[in-house]
C-alpha cells in the first residue's frame, strides 16, 4: 500500500503555510520523509481549504511532542470534530508530512476499488497509532484488510492455473476444478473450495506435465470441498455410469467428482447426470452435449 502514499520533491522558498510547518514538524521527529512538489497542488492545501478548523488543528500538532502518537487523533476531535473516514485520512496524512494520492472529490479514487466498509477498515487500520515512522509495518498489515490471506491465496493459486492451463492448452482434459481465461474468473469459481488446499492444488498443477493424467488426478485429490453434500448423490450415479460403461466422466471416483463439479450448481449437476444416463454406454457425444446443462454457482 505504500503506492498510495506518494511522495514530492523540495518544498516553495518564502512565506510558510501550516503545511509547510506540519511538513517540517514531521522531518524534525524524523517520520517518513515527505516534500511538496508544489504547494498549490499538495493534498494538504487542499484539505486545509475545506476545512474551517484546519489551521487550529495544525498548531494543536505543531505543538505536540513528537513521541505523542496519539497527537493526530486528539487534535483533529478537539478542534475538527467528528469526521468521516476520507477526511480523517486526509488530516492525518496532513499531520504526517505525507502525500496521500487518490484523495480527491472525497477519496473517490480510493473509494472506487473497495466497499464502504472496507475503506473505512483500511484507514482505521492506516491511521492507527499515530504517524508511520521507518520500516513502519503498518502498509504490510494492513494490505490484508484489503486482501485477507484467504484472498491472497486464491489469487496465488488463480495465477498458476491460469499459467498452467495456457501451457497446457492443446493437452488439458476438458473438465478441471476451474475453467477460466482469467483470474477474476478463477477467484469466482474457486468458492466451493478451501483457499489452502486450492492453492496446494494449483502448486501440484505447476509442477507436473501437461499430459501428466495421474498426477492431475493426485492433485485434485488433494482439494477440500468445503460443502461437498450436495454433489455426492448425482456424482454416485455418475460414478457408476462411467465403471458401466468404461468411459472416465466423473475422474473415477465419488471424492474426485465432487471435487471437478464443486462449481456447478446442485440442480444443474443432477440434469446433467439424467442428461448422460440417457446417451447408451461409450457415445462420446454424452458429455459436450449435456455439458451445457451445468451452471455455475
Known amino acids: 500500500m505504500r503506492a498510495l502514499l506518494v511522495l514530492a520533491l523540495a518544498g516553495a522558498a518564502g ?6 510547518d506540519l511538513d517540517a514538524h514531521a522531518r524534525a521527529c524524523k517520520l517518513v520523509p515527505s516534500r511538496y512538489s508544489d504547494d498549490r497542488f499538495a493534498a494538504c492545501t487542499a484539505v486545509r481549504q475545506e ?8 498548531a494543536c500538532v505543531e505543538q505536540a511532542e513528537c513521541a505523542d502518537r496519539s497527537a493526530v487523533d486528539r487534535c483533529e476531535a478537539e478542534h475538527v ?17 505525507l502525500e ?15 466497499t464502504d466498509a ?3 477498515a483500511w484507514v482505521e487500520c ?47 482434459p476438458d473438465f478441471l476444478p476451474v475453467t477460466a481465461s482469467n483470474v477474476l474468473e478463477c477467484v469466482a469459481q474457486a468458492g466451493p473450495f478451501s483457499s489452502e488446499s486450492f492453492l496446494e492444488y494449483a502448486t501440484c498443477l505447476a509442477e507436473i506435465a501437461c499430459d501428466d493424467v ?21 456424482c454416485e450415479r455418475l460414478v457408476a455410469y462411467s465403471n458401466t460403461c468404461g468411459v472416465n466422466l466423473g475422474g473415477g471416483s465419488v471424492e474426485a467428482c465432487s471435487r471437478l463439479f464443486a462449481r456447478f450448481t446442485p440442480a444443474s449437476l443432477g440434469a446433467f447426470v439424467d442428461c448422460v444416463e440417457t446417451y447408451e454406454c461409450g457415445d462420446p457425444a454424452a458429455a459436450a452435449d449435456c455439458a451445457g446443462l451445468l451452471e455455475l454457482q
Open 15 to 20: 512565506c510558510t503555510t501550516p503545511c509547510d
Open 126 to 172: 492506516i491511521t492507527a497509532d499515530g504517524c508511520p515512522r521507518g520500516n513502519d509495518p503498518r502498509y504490510d498489515v494492513c494490505q490484508d484488510v484489503l486482501f485477507p490471506p484467504a484472498a491472497g491465496q486464491l489469487i496465488d493459486a488463480c495465477v498458476l492455473i491460469i499459467e498452467w492451463t495456457r501451457a497446457c492448452a492443446d493437452a488439458a
Open 81 to 97: 470534530g467528528q469526521a468521516d473516514a476520507c477526511l480523517h485520512y486526509r488530516l492525518w496524512g496532513a499531520a504526517c508530512g
Open 51 to 58: 476545512t474551517a478548523a484546519f489551521d487550529a488543528f495544525a
Open 100 to 114: 496521500p494520492s487518490g484523495t480527491e472529490e472525497q477519496c473517490a479514487t480510493l473509494r472506487s476499488a473497495m
Open 214 to 234: 495421474p498426477g492431475r488426478l493426485d492433485c485434485l485429490l488433494g482439494l477440500e470441498v468445503l460443502d461437498p453434500g450436495d454433489a455426492v448423490a448425482p
Open 118 to 120: 472496507v475503506f473505512e
